[in-house]
C-alpha cells in the first residue's frame, strides 16, 4: 500500500490562479518532498520538508506540513502554462530502509 | 553536468527475453535506485543501493537484478520479461543515504519506456 496519495488526482485552472495539491500519508515520517514531472519527461525536485517544520517558501511554492494530521499541501500561486504537470509527494517510509516512497500524483492542468 | 543518465529510452522486448536498463550518474552518489511508473501507482521502488558494492531490494524486486560494481554505475537487468513489466523505468540518485536524516532530493534520469509483447 502507498505511503502517500495525493488528492485531487487532477486539477484544472485558469492562468494566474492558485492551484493547491494535498497529501496525506500513513506512518510517521522524518521528511516529505514534492517533485513535478512534465509528461515524458523525468521527476524533478521541487522541494524538502522536514518533520519538526510547518511550513516552507521557494518561489511561487508553498508547503505545509500538518504531522498531526499527516498531510502536506502544495500551493502553486499566480500559475502559469509552464506550470502544467503531474506532483507527486513522496515522503521517507520505514520500509526498504527508509526509501521515499512516491505516491501517484497529482495532474495540474494551467489553462492559458 | 550530465547529471543521471539513462540507456536506452525506449525498448520493445519479446516475453522470456532478458535485458539491461543502464543507469549512469557523474555526481559521486552514493545512493541509487530504480522505480517504474505505472498509470495510477506512482513510482514503486525496485532495488536501491547505498554504495559500491551494496544493494537492496524495494517494494517490487521480483524479475529483476541489480549490480553496483562502480559508484557511478547500476544496471537493472530483467531476467525474463513478462507482460506485467511494461512500465516506465527510472532511475535516481543521491548524495545522501537514506536515513540520515538531513534531508536531500532525488536526481532522477529520463526514464527507459518498456513494452514487453
Known amino acids: 500500500s502507498q505511503q502517500g496519495e495525493e488528492d485531487p488526482q487532477a486539477l484544472s485552472i485558469q492562468e494566474g490562479e492558485n492551484a493547491t495539491m494535498n497529501c496525506s500519508y500513513k506512518?510517521?515520517?522524518?521528511?516529505l518532498q514534492w517533485y513535478r514531472q512534465n509528461s515524458g519527461r523525468g521527476l524533478v525536485h521541487l522541494i524538502l520538508?522536514?518533520?519538526?517544520?510547518r511550513e516552507k517558501h521557494s518561489g511561487r511554492l508553498r508547503v505545509t506540513l500538518d504531522t498531526s494530521k499527516k498531510s502536506s499541501s502544495l500551493l502553486i500561486t499566480a500559475s502559469r502554462a509552464a506550470d502544467t504537470a503531474s506532483y507527486f509527494c513522496?515522503?521517507?517510509?520505514?520500509?526498504?530502509?527508509?526509501?521515499?516512497?512516491f505516491g501517484p500524483g497529482t495532474r495540474l492542468s494551467v489553462l492559458p | 553536468n550530465a547529471g543521471v543518465t539513462q540507456t536506452p529510452k525506449f525498448q520493445v522486448l519479446k516475453t522470456g527475453q532478458s535485458m539491461t536498463l543502464q543507469c549512469a550518474q557523474d555526481?559521486?552518489?552514493?545512493?541509487m535506485s530504480w522505480y517504474r511508473q505505472d498509470p495510477g501507482m506512482g513510482l514503486r521502488l525496485i532495488h536501491y543501493?547505498?554504495?559500491?558494492?551494496?544493494?537492496d531490494q524495494g517494494e517490487v524486486p521480483n524479475g529483476y537484478n541489480v549490480s553496483r560494481s562502480t559508484t557511478e554505475d547500476f544496471p537493472l537487468r530483467l531476467l525474463s520479461a513478462a507482460p506485467s513489466q511494461t512500465s516506465v523505468y527510472f532511475c535516481?540518485?543521491?548524495?545522501?543515504?537514506?536515513?540520515?536524516?538531513?534531508?536531500?532530493?532525488?536526481?532522477f534520469g529520463s526514464g527507459t519506456r518498456l513494452t514487453v509483447v
Open positions: 513522496a515522503t521517507d517510509a520505514k520500509n526498504y530502509g527508509q526509501n521515499f516512497v
Open positions: 555526481m559521486n552518489h552514493e545512493y
Open positions: 506512518t510517521s515520517i522524518n521528511n
Open positions: 520538508i522536514r518533520s519538526n517544520e
Open positions: 535516481a540518485s543521491s548524495s545522501l543515504v537514506p536515513g540520515q536524516g538531513r534531508g536531500y532530493g532525488y536526481t
Open positions: 543501493s547505498v554504495g559500491a558494492g551494496i544493494t
